[in-house]
Every structure is written in structure tokens, then in C-alpha cells.
């Protein structure tokens, strides 16, 4: 077996290896799904385009490059399907061409009903008051630890854009972290 | 102040993780194998570039007649 287990999935998926996709599958499904759900807001909806994105994978993986980065490949279907997505549906998500017009009016995000404490709920009430742009940013730096770099070829933008999203996304996340608590707003 | 380092790890740290329920991951993964084993159907995709090459090698060789007659 390869040192790097994403070479070895590669390898295996290029040569339709059903424990290779099984691998990337089980390493990538709840990631992807978190990814869909705040950028669709809609959890059923994020079901469907990861069925999307996974078959995308099943019917490709023979022609992947043998040095494919597979978060960043997986991440790049995921965008384009959201994207196809916000184009068709004209409403909801404005990825499409008002990609950094601000949120619609507070709308709660599909996973604040499951915070558990403060942080969580701060953290994905910051998540749910960005722009998508800035969500999707954020998501690729934060959780899938991609460089920004990296993360600007994903979505296809300059790194002066992805900067700029970071920034904006990062301050979300300060003020809403800093936000004083409703018994501590009700105190003062 | 938190620093940039310091509010990626807080929203990697407290973001809900989430994931498809059991039956809709199984659901899934048997359709992505299903689609992995499905024999290929005909693939049509030389048919477009071959069809321009032969349209441009067409014309380069029509033109090249053309100056040739011009001349002649």
C-alpha cells in the first residue's frame, strides 16, 4: 500500500476498484454533505447533488490523472453542480451571477437547530449570515484545510478575490463570536 | 483579537458536523457502484475534432487549388 492513501484511492479508482471509491466514499461523504447543505440551505437538496458528485466520481475515476487531488476534484464537482443549481432554480442561492450580493434577510441555517453550546451556534450563525461566495471560501480554507490558492482554483477565482473573501468571512465569524449572549444582552 | 489561524481553527473546531442518514448513504454508494460496473456505452467524442480537422484540411486544400488556378 502507497505511503499516501489518496494516491493508492487514485490508483484504484483508475483501475475501477470498488474498495477504492468505498475509501474516498467514507472519507469524504460527511464533508461534502456539511459543503451542500449550507451552500443549498436545503438538506434533502445537498442528499441529491452529493448522490451527483459521488456518481460524477464513479463513472470518471478511470480517466482521474494518477496525481489527482481528490478534495480538490470532489470540491470542484460540488461547486459546479451548486452553481448549476443556483442558475436553474433563480432563486435561493444568487451564486450564479450575484455571487458576492449580500445574504437574504436572517434566514436560520440548516444545521443551527443541532448546535450544541455558544460557539456553535455563533459559528453557524456566522456561516449561515455570509455570502455564499464567502461560505463556500471559508468552508475550503477552514475545514478541508486547502491553501487559498488552492481553494481560488477550486472556485475559480483570483487570489485576490479569494483574500478578500477570507477577510470578509473571518470577520463574520469574530462578530459573531464577540456577540454577547441574549442573558448577557438582556444585563446590560 | 484572534488572529486568521486562530478563527479557521474555532470554525473547524465548533462547525455541527453533519452527515446523510444510514439509508440514503447506503442508497448512494450502490448506485455509484452500479454506475462504476455499467458497461460503456459508444463514445462519440472523436467524432467532433475529427469532423473540424476534416473540414479544416478540406479548405486549406481548397484555397491551395484556388491560388493555384488564380496563377495558372
Redesign the interface.
Known amino acids: 500500500m502507497d505511503d499516501d492513501p489518496e494516491r493508492a484511492w487514485v490508483a484504484g479508482l483508475r483501475r475501477?476498484d470498488?474498495w477504492a471509491?468505498?475509501a474516498v466514499?467514507e472519507t469524504y461523504?460527511?464533508r461534502l454533505?456539511?459543503y451542500l447543505?449550507r451552500m443549498t440551505g436545503r438538506?434533502d437538496l445537498a442528499?441529491d447533488l452529493?448522490?451527483e458528485v459521488?456518481?460524477r466520481?464513479?463513472?470518471r475515476?478511470r480517466e482521474l490523472a494518477a496525481d489527482t487531488r481528490l478534495a480538490a476534484w470532489l470540491y470542484t464537482v460540488a461547486h459546479h453542480l451548486v452553481v448549476s443549481h443556483a442558475r436553474s432554480a433563480k432563486v435561493g442561492l444568487a451564486l450564479a451571477s450575484e455571487l458576492a450580493r449580500a445574504p437574504e434577510p436572517r434566514a436560520a441555517g440548516?444545521?443551527e437547530a443541532?448546535?450544541a453550546?455558544r460557539?456553535?451556534l455563533?459559528?453557524?450563525r456566522a456561516?449561515t449570515a455570509m455570502t455564499p461566495a464567502d461560505r463556500e471560501a471559508?468552508w475550503l480554507?477552514?475545514?478541508e484545510r486547502m491553501s487559498p490558492q488552492e481553494a481560488a482554483a477550486v472556485l475559480s477565482v483570483k487570489p485576490d478575490a479569494m483574500r478578500q473573501r477570507?477577510a470578509r468571512a473571518?470577520a463574520k465569524?469574530?462578530a459573531a463570536?464577540d456577540e454577547p449572549t441574549p442573558l448577557m444582552r438582556s444585563v446590560r | 483579537m484572534?488572529d486568521?489561524a486562530d478563527?479557521?481553527?474555532?470554525?473547524?473546531d465548533?462547525?455541527?458536523?453533519?452527515?446523510?442518514d444510514a439509508i440514503?448513504?447506503r442508497?448512494?454508494?450502490a448506485?455509484?457502484?452500479d454506475?462504476?460496473?455499467a458497461p460503456r456505452g459508444l463514445s462519440f467524442a472523436w467524432l467532433e475534432p475529427t469532423l473540424a480537422l476534416a473540414i479544416g484540411v478540406t479548405q486549406i486544400v481548397w484555397a491551395f487549388h484556388a491560388v493555384l488556378a488564380l496563377y495558372r
Open positions: 475501477g470498488a471509491f468505498d466514499y461523504r460527511a454533505y456539511g447543505a438538506r442528499e452529493l448522490q459521488f456518481l466520481l464513479a463513472r475515476g440548516p444545521f443541532l448546535a453550546g460557539a456553535q455563533a459559528i453557524e456561516m471559508i480554507v477552514a475545514i477570507l473571518r465569524i469574530e463570536l | 484572534r486568521d478563527l479557521d481553527r474555532l470554525l473547524a465548533h462547525a455541527v458536523r453533519a452527515d446523510v440514503g448513504a442508497r448512494i454508494r448506485r455509484a457502484h454506475a462504476m460496473h
